[in-house]
């Protein structure tokens, strides 16, 4: 509880991820559409809301003709191609900020990744001062994992939302919240994020101080 500002990740929901995709997870473009939904019904729950996105222009021994899909991998998330832009389910998101990462090399987190203006995802999160950050995308078994772990690692209170990623296989997916377990990350499914009755809840309206904003007939 107390006044943390609270973020949600949305990473790497690029259609080359997706079925369709140069690199498609099963399931992609599922979890894209839930998370567009989760996105748009929690809106009022975050203070900001941030994507990620491969952003490749020419990641050295990241692609590789012979990949082994453990170190090297097809080539994917080509910087200004249009399977490395925010997939189309997203397209009401309107995130605050958008990073992009791993121009020149492989980068799996989003904390590898920069803004417009070269700004960090650390360095925006400490400016917006959050203090928790909700992390969906794909694939929960790399990208999402590695982000997790490292906003952890920030000393940001973190939390992955289970049923809002997918993995590469359902191994490495249970691996990766094995060890996202183990470091202290919280695993969550999507419906159990915010429990009725908790502060801000949009249905009841059981803060009388946070009704103000609702009941604003507006100008
Ligand atoms: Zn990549």
């Known amino acids: 509880m107390g006044e943390g500002r609270r973020a949600l990740l949305v990473v790497d929901v690029q259609p080359t991820f997706c079925e369709g ?15 567009a939904r989760y996105a748009a019904a929690t809106h009022d729950r975050y203070d900001l809301v941030v994507t990620t996105q491969d952003w490749h222009v020419d990641p050295g021994a990241h692609f590789s003709e012979q990949p082994d899909f453990v170190d090297t991998w097809p080539p994917h998330g080509v910087a200004g191609t249009e399977e ?23 980068a799996y987190s989003g904390f590898e990744g920069v803004d417009g203006e ?17 992390v969906v995308g794909i ?24 049923d809002l990623t997918v993995p590469v296989t359902p191994e490495l997916g249970a691996a990766a919240r094995d060890e996202l377990r183990a470091a202290g990350v919280e695993l969550t499914a999507s419906d159990a994020a915010f429990p009725a009755g908790s502060a801000a809840d ?4 059981t803060g009388a101080s946070d009704g103000a904003r609702s009941s604003d007939p507006g100008a």
Not at 21 to 35: D, K, T
Not at 153 to 161: I, K, P, S, W, Y
Not at 202 to 205: N, T
């Open 139 to 162: 694939a929960e078994s790399h990208c999402v994992r590695a982000t997790a772990l490292d906003a952890h690692a920030e000393g940001l209170r973190t939390r992955v939302l289970t």
């Open 118 to 134: 070269g700004r960090s995802l650390a360095a925006i999160l400490r400016e917006e001062r959050v203090t928790d950050v909700d």
């Open 84 to 106: 490395a832009e925010l997939h189309p389910a997203l397209s009401e998101l309107g995130p605050d900020v958008s990073v992009k990462k791993g121009e020149y090399a492989a």
């Open 202 to 205: 949009g249905e009841g309206g």
């Open 21 to 35: 995709g140069a690199l498609p997870v099963a399931g992609g473009n599922a979890v894209a559409e839930a998370i």
